[in-house]
């Protein structure tokens, strides 16, 4: 019983909301920990992954990108957020990938696959496509999965605990 109520506690103490849409948010670990460990996977995925030794889209990559990174900037600051920004380091790289692909972790580290490039073949098309993955990041969905990973890895430490010690209540 006592795991059931810590459990439930760490929950209820770790729900926010999402700054946009006023969604409610598991969030159990700080950004700044989130953030950290985002940095370190995207510098290993870089490290993995050839960049695009195209610097015309490479650059049409950044250029929508810092302007994607500057709308979101300004919007913050002018709903007082600005603050869910702290931290952030904005990156964008166009890696050399046939995958029709994007994404962005928290912090903002962009990374689009050049095989986009072959469907996204506007400023705008790519716009849509990086606003969205931006939108993921900015809404802090990294650090509401990796909670969602920790509630579940308690929730089994809670079931094992169980397990182990009244096995016929199981």
């Given at each position: 019983?006592?795991?059931?109520?810590?459990?439930?506690?760490?929950?209820?103490?770790?729900?926010?909301?999402?700054?946009?849409?006023?969604?409610?948010?598991?969030?159990?670990?700080?950004?700044?920990?989130?953030?950290?460990?985002?940095?370190?996977?995207?510098?290993?995925?870089?490290?993995?992954?050839?960049?695009?030794?195209?610097?015309?889209?490479?650059?049409?990559?950044?250029t929508?990108?810092?302007?994607?990174?500057?709308?979101?900037?300004?919007?913050?600051?002018?709903n007082?957020?600005?603050?869910?920004?702290?931290?952030?380091?904005?990156?964008?790289?166009l890696?050399?990938?046939?995958?029709?692909n994007?994404?962005?972790?928290?912090?903002?580290?962009?990374?689009?696959?050049?095989?986009?490039?072959?469907?996204?073949?506007?400023?705008?098309?790519?716009?849509?496509?990086?606003?969205?993955?931006?939108?993921?990041?900015?809404?802090?969905?990294?650090?509401?999965?990796?909670?969602?990973?920790?509630?579940?890895?308690?929730?089994?430490?809670?079931?094992?605990?169980?397990?182990?010690?009244?096995?016929?209540?199981?």
């Amino acid at each position: 019983m006592f795991i059931l109520s810590l459990l439930v506690l760490t929950i209820l103490s770790g729900c926010s909301d999402v700054a946009m849409t006023g969604r409610k948010q598991l969030n159990l670990v700080p950004a700044s920990t989130v953030q950290s460990m985002a940095f370190s996977e995207y510098k290993q995925f870089l490290s993995e992954n050839k960049l695009s030794t195209d610097a015309a889209k490479t650059q049409i990559v950044r250029t929508v990108g810092t302007r994607i990174q500057k709308a979101v900037e300004s919007y913050m600051a002018s709903n007082n957020m600005s603050d869910r920004l702290a931290g952030y380091q904005w990156e964008y790289n166009l890696v050399e990938n046939k995958e029709i692909n994007a994404w962005a972790m928290p912090g903002g580290k962009v990374v689009v696959y050049t095989g986009l490039l072959t469907v996204a073949t506007t400023d705008t098309e790519l716009a849509v496509v990086m606003g969205h993955e931006i939108a993921h990041a900015v809404a802090n969905h990294g650090g509401e999965r990796l909670s969602q990973g920790l509630i579940v890895q308690l929730g089994g430490m809670g079931l094992d605990y169980a397990i182990q010690n009244k096995p016929e209540a199981t």
